[in-house]
């Protein structure tokens, strides 16, 4: 069992960057490829970016390339999502997910866990 935590959202104003963290417990995430989703209201949930279990294999959204950067920290038992360059259509609670597998998916239902989330709300 992986129990995966969010932090780092906030309230900024569009143009400013965030960064979010998953951290995990109950079990090494270095078996899991790690995504990260987000849903605003009224909106399904959403794919926004993906690492490799090696971390050297990434995915983007087109709508955030350029924009987010995913990374992982394995010593640290660490994800984050670096977001810059923020805006208002960002705003939605943010997931991040871990795949019992090498490779990220662009499905959320190929994900195995899934942290409670982070709200990020960027003002205009």
């Known amino acids: 069992q992986v129990q995966l935590v969010e932090s780092g959202g906030g309230l900024v104003q569009a143009g400013d960057s965030l960064r979010l963290s998953c951290a995990a417990s109950?079990?090494?995430?270095?078996?899991?490829?790690m995504g990260w989703f987000r849903q605003a209201p009224g909106k399904e949930r959403e794919f926004v970016a993906h690492i490799s279990r090696s971390g050297y294999g990434t995915h983007y959204a087109d709508s955030v390339k350029g924009r987010f950067t995913i990374s992982r920290h394995s010593f640290e038992n660490t994800v984050f999502l670096q977001m810059n360059s923020l805006k208002p259509e960002d705003t939605a609670v943010y997931y991040c997910?871990?795949?019992?597998?090498?490779?990220?998916?662009?499905?959320?239902?190929?994900?195995?866990?899934w942290g409670q989330g982070t709200q990020v709300t960027v003002s205009s």
């Open positions: 109950g079990r090494t995430l270095r078996s899991y490829s």
């Open positions: 997910a871990a795949r019992q597998s090498a490779y990220g998916s662009t499905s959320a239902d190929d994900y195995d866990y």
